[in-house]
């Protein structure tokens, strides 16, 4: 193989390296107006009148809508169909309540500061704890938009979720779950030590570099093109199209380049910025500021997890019981399913109960986050096993390589592990010099911390077209945003398989009116799902071709290859045709050959789940509680990397993110639901001098059905970090946290206050 | 059948009607520039120098560019790729030779007007005689762009020439035909009557609506974005890609409605459009005015026949003998090839002797206009026709009905017809009242006059899609342009095939970025070749749909039926599935089944000639020369009329067209070259009132390959008009007229000045 497997420059490097990219946000349409929400100012209230008399009076200001203005269509059950603006009853201090629609964006701004909410303050929920109280205060006192299932587009354990149980539950609670295996009361019986750990985590916001972005514009029959940095285009449509009560065929979705999503960018802003469009018949521009995406985006939710774990001495692990608690907000969903199954899926054990819910708060809806719950439960049994390990003096990889799952074990809801890298991921590590030696680490008084990550991988049926052109190259359409280099890992799939070089593949993501069909870009499941499609259709194009030259060189088609941009046959140089010709004469007037135009298509129901071992060194500053992080290892099976550079790109990326979320990441809210910290100055995102040096491994387990036996990589780097930090800090410290993130202070609490440290 | 065969509404028609349809030159670009050309003063020049200095004084004026500031590249032969912009040499008068751009349509409009042409006169070439002059001086002094084999992408025919004779020809002769068979002397001393004419057309534009609209916009990376109103979008990007010299892949072409095109907008003004945004790195709009696309377009050429047909009084041909000559303007192409191919293929005679040449001459380039060559070719054949039936006093229509070409018989070219409509068309106006009762028409004073057309039809691969989309309707998505409601045709066709109702097929012309191809719709071949494409697209579909159906019902595909929007088995109603269930059980997170994607291409080269029979029954006014046309029958063959409405639509604006050839239309020149009559206050096109009620009468010889039997049916309806027109003239006053077009004062010249007619 020439052009997989091999690093290759991303296609979209340069336009983006040198600032030219065009991003839905620096679209400009003819009478387009520029929108500036207006946020409640309460974190519950009713809405008693919007005063928008001052901010119509600003020069440029063209109308202040708000939810009654919108035409936002009703739900088979009589509800508006979701969107971020207020229904009468602001759910969360941010909430939209309002849009101004102006002709420039600083008359928009201005209006909006204009504008005057009128409310009566209700009474707010904002912990998880209270959440669950059954005499709270219901969240929603009036039936408003509800949540959504867009968690369980990451992941097919979540979508194929059956529940058989139901308890009764509070007021708040919008789901539960409850796995149950064997007696965990006779496991915990027979345990030699039990671990007993409160998880916390805070509410994370995807950091994105852009902003949520929409235009809306409005076309001569009233049709709505829709650009947008979404990840999902075709599930954009739908909801557009539902939200303000159009077929989808009246609906255009151009998916724009995506600066950033993370799972953030499914579907937020666009419905409700369609109705705007619709409402005053012109186009829409909304981007958001940075403190209306943390106050009115879609972050990761808080929870709280509370985990017990026995074991022996001989390293069995006898019982594990957790309760877990995730947060939804207000109209969101929480991912709190696939995080227990997880939390619970790792490792073996013959016992096992975990409960868990999801409930309402006054907060911005809760939503994916790369690995949506995947950190949560995560942190929760990587931290407990790296305990109990340490209680029982056991070694904690060898623990690991004793218990975790292979191909066949169960997973807390019944299904059995499909083939998986994690054991071979763990194997590695214990070879690799950072663990090898981590004696040494320890006599520099640094702590050595380990954690495991996984993720199912989605899976979503997928068609991919590959159609030659008029100058002899080759175009690969597809209907999936391209976040990560996913497209120039398609291109190497294409030209691999025609035989020809790199840059005569384009790559083109469609509108939703011409593109085949793909999933969301999220799930770590394109190059998994899309990938195939793409090897076929292009397979498909390659037999089209031969075909062609077949007939028109008198040859047979096993005689002939593709080389040096012709086709010809083996050992005949001189019979040839060039691959332009060979468009010409399918592509021309009176040509007798059909155009070439390969076809592939997927319905992969089996997952290919992507495992991650990360390993930590660590200082701790025993007067301050500041955390230094010295080595990063990050083993993972990738299957195959059809591009390494971008398999690098896409660890070192997430686990830049994981130590964000392990050190520094929260967004914090006070008792009445105020956002304290909503802006970059005061949220955390790790900079590149918090990032260590990052060395990557790869496993390649090959997937069954993946291209070249490729698998999801993006999200399961993004996993182990938190515990791997917390485990690492253990190691120096001997003090196990188990709150996120493992602030300074955090650490300096859980160490008792200033203390001498091994590295002082 | 319950959606083809059935008239039903175009589905563009509400927006067309309402007013509200975008065409290309409605669009503004950020940074958008205003085109404005200025055009050559003299008709053949060398130009010294362009003096923009008082333009560029005029507040909004940016730019003004000369083919020297355009990055135009060049072919393989060194000269510059073919623009409607002058080239150091002006080639005819009103010949582009600078473009203003401006910030708005005003200033570009002022700047144009002051910008001073310095240019040294060179020597004219106007008449088609001067043009056949081996002493002419060239037309192009220097080597600049030639012609194009856009004429040849109408028909099949003209696409397989091979000329294998080849004789010396005049500097400004661009090509020449000889089609030879038998022996003509001897087959006119065989005759008993001999018709010799002397037949002349002036140059005709096509007259559509909307003129050549072009909107070139500059991506992030450079590519270029055309928005035009073509016929052909795949081919408008080859041309702009290799004029500007970017690869395909840099150039993204968006089809926007066309505002009437009849094959005047394959491409023209984009390849120059493209390279002013690349030369100023800024949006670029040019819309001609209507006098620039009189005299900046690419109009249907004048000619000049000499027809000699030899007869005898039973009614056989004895000999045909053909002279023509066919302008190509300086820059253009002449349908000739495909005109004697005509005039020579309808009717059987043993001996003929037919050339054509095309010249160069100092006039805009010629271009097609509906049945390119067939107006002219017909207009001879179908007048020496008429006139030796009147002659020998043989009935004209039984003359046809013996001697007219049918399945096997011999074109010129040595190529025999395949199944064709002609005879049965005639055989059907004799049994025309219309027909049948002209003997009391010609009581009334008037004549009846008969004339026929016939046109090969084009062929070109093309492969299309049909895509079920998330609410269980079905997407077409095609290459090709819709220009007269061919996508409506193509609904009707998906709609049947998948036994659905139209209205749940919408169809999309994707732009090149991402659709499958399909030639230019023109050479009425887009419903017979793409129709198939459809037609097996939409029956992969259905079988995918069955397939999934038949699986989740477990059922035998046999089985099932599509209706009412599910598919159930037959005769167990409550077996079913909906088409939105099966649409989200393959496009959702672990979806078993694969998106429903059904490609159909066609790669058919047996083209399915489409004939026309037209009868005009007219009355002369003696003292004025005019003719007012009292009833038409247009008879055809149409295949099938998938749509019986837009064939009857198709049939009547085509004859509209044949009468403004017939009576009114022609642009003049005068001696040096300068045109006349470049607006439609000067030029008259045939309004409603000169346009008699049209009975229209279908045919229906099913095509082998068509859809349904389907074959092109645009052209045919346009070229008998001509001879039908002077043939019932001749009935009427006894006047020959062999110059088109027939204006009053022709006609009165032919009468030898006013007359009493039998009409009086």
């Known amino acids: 193989m020439n052009v997989v497997g091999v690093s290759q420059k991303r296609q979209d490097s340069p336009r983006k390296l040198t600032g030219i990219e065009k991003f839905a946000g620096d679209l400009r349409f003819p009478g387009m107006l520029f929108a500036r929400p207006v946020g409640s100012p309460s974190s519950h209230a009713q809405i008693d009148s919007i005063d928008a008399s001052a901010a119509l009076e600003i020069p440029g200001v063209v109308a202040v809508l708000t939810a009654d203005d919108l035409p936002i269509a009703r739900d088979a059950n009589g509800n508006p169909y979701k969107t971020p603006i207020a229904q009468g009853e602001a759910l969360w201090a941010g909430q939209i309540v309002a849009l101004v629609l102006a002709e420039t964006e600083a008359a928009a701004e201005d209006g909006a500061l204009a504008v005057v909410v009128n409310d009566s303050p209700l009474p707010v929920v904002t912990s998880l704890s209270q959440a669950m109280d059954f005499s709270a205060p219901p969240v929603r006192a009036h039936g408003t938009a509800g949540g959504d299932d867009e968690a369980s587009m990451h992941n097919a354990d979540a979508a194929a979720k059956d529940e058989s149980e139901k308890e009764t539950l509070p007021p708040n609670a919008t789901g539960s779950t409850h796995f149950k295996r064997g007696d965990v009361a006779a496991g915990f019986a027979a345990a030699d030590e039990i671990v007993e750990l409160a998880i916390y985590s805070d509410t994370v916001h995807q950091g994105y570099l852009e902003p949520q972005a929409c235009v809306v514009n409005i076309g001569p029959l009233g049709d709505l093109e829709v650009y947008t940095s979404t990840q999902a285009s075709f599930y ?34 666009e419905p409700m910025v369609a109705a705007a469009a619709v409402a005053v018949n012109r186009p829409v521009h909304l981007v958001y500021t940075r403190m209306e995406d943390f106050v009115a985006g879609n972050p990761a939710p808080e929870c709280e997890i509370s985990i017990k774990l026995g074991g022996k001495k001989d390293g069995t692990i006898t019982a594990l019981e957790v309760r877990s608690v995730f947060d939804s907000g207000a109209i969101g969903s929480a991912p709190m399913e696939i995080g227990m199954i997880l939390l619970g899926g790792y490792y073996r054990t ?10 309402n708060t006054h907060k911005a809806g809760g939503g994916a986050y790369r690995a949506p719950g995947a950190q949560q439960g995560s942190f929760a049994i990587e931290s407990a096993v790296d305990e109990l390990c340490a209680r029982l003096g056991l070694d904690p990889v060898d623990f690991r390589i004793k218990n975790c799952v292979i191909e066949g074990d169960m997973r807390p809801n019944g299904r059995p592990w499909p083939e998986i890298g994690l054991k071979q991921a763990l194997e590695a590590l214990r070879e690799h010099p950072a663990w090898a ?50 497209n120039t890992a398609f291109a190497q799939i294409a030209a691999e398989a025609l035989d020809i070089p790199l840059n005569k593949v384009a790559v083109t993501t469609g509108d939703t009116s011409a593109a085949p069909f793909a999933g969301g870009t999220g799930g770590s499941k394109i190059t998994y799902t899309v990938g195939p499609a793409v090897l076929k259709a292009a397979e498909e194009a390659r037999q089209q071709v031969l075909s062609i030259a077949s007939d028109h060189l008198e040859a047979a088609v096993e005689d002939l290859e593709i080389a040096d941009g012709v086709v010809r046959v083996k050992g005949v140089p001189d019979a040839s045709i060039s691959l332009k010709q060979l468009a010409s004469m399918s592509m021309q007037v009176a040509g007798k050959y059909e155009p070439v135009y390969g076809k592939g298509s997927t319905a992969i129901t089996d997952t290919a789940p992507g495992f991650a071992v990360h390993l930590v060194e660590a200082q701790v500053d025993g007067d301050t509680g ?19 550079a971008l398999v690098d790109g896409q660890i070192r990326g997430a686990v830049a993110q994981g130590i964000g979320w392990a050190l520094y990441e929260g967004l914090v809210f006070d008792a009445d639901g105020q956002p304290l910290n909503p802006t970059f100055m005061d949220y955390a995102l790790p900079k590149a001098e918090y990032v260590p040096y990052i060395e990557t491994v790869f496993v390649e387990v090959p997937s069954v059905h993946g291209a070249h036996g490729s698998k999801g990589v993006g999200e399961p780097p993004a996993i182990p970090g938190p515990a791997a ?3 690492a800090i253990r190691s120096a410290t001997g003090a196990r946290i188990t709150k996120l993130p493992m602030t300074a202070s955090v650490v300096l609490d859980a160490l008792g206050g200033p203390v001498a440290t091994a590295a002082d």
């Open 437 to 486: 030696n981590r004696a040494e680490s320890q006599k520099a008084g640094r702590g050595v911390g380990v954690a495991i990550g996984g993720w199912p991988g989605g899976v979503e049926p997928a068609t991919a077209v590959c159609r030659l052109d008029a100058d002899g190259t080759f175009t690969i359409v597809l209907g999936s945003s391209d976040l990560t280099g996913g």
């Open 350 to 359: 013959d016992n096992l109960d975990i409960r868990g819910y999801a409930v």
């Open 725 to 727: 930090v917390a485990n």
């Open 626 to 644: 500041a955390v230094e992080l010295t080595r990063y290892v990050a083993v993972q099976d990738v299957g195959f990397a059809i591009n390494p």
């Open 236 to 269: 954009c449509r739908t909801r557009v199209a539902e939200t303000v009560g159009y077929p989808v065929h009246k609906v255009k979705v151009t998916p724009m380049p995506v600066g950033g999503g993370f799972g953030g960018k499914f579907v937020l802003i």
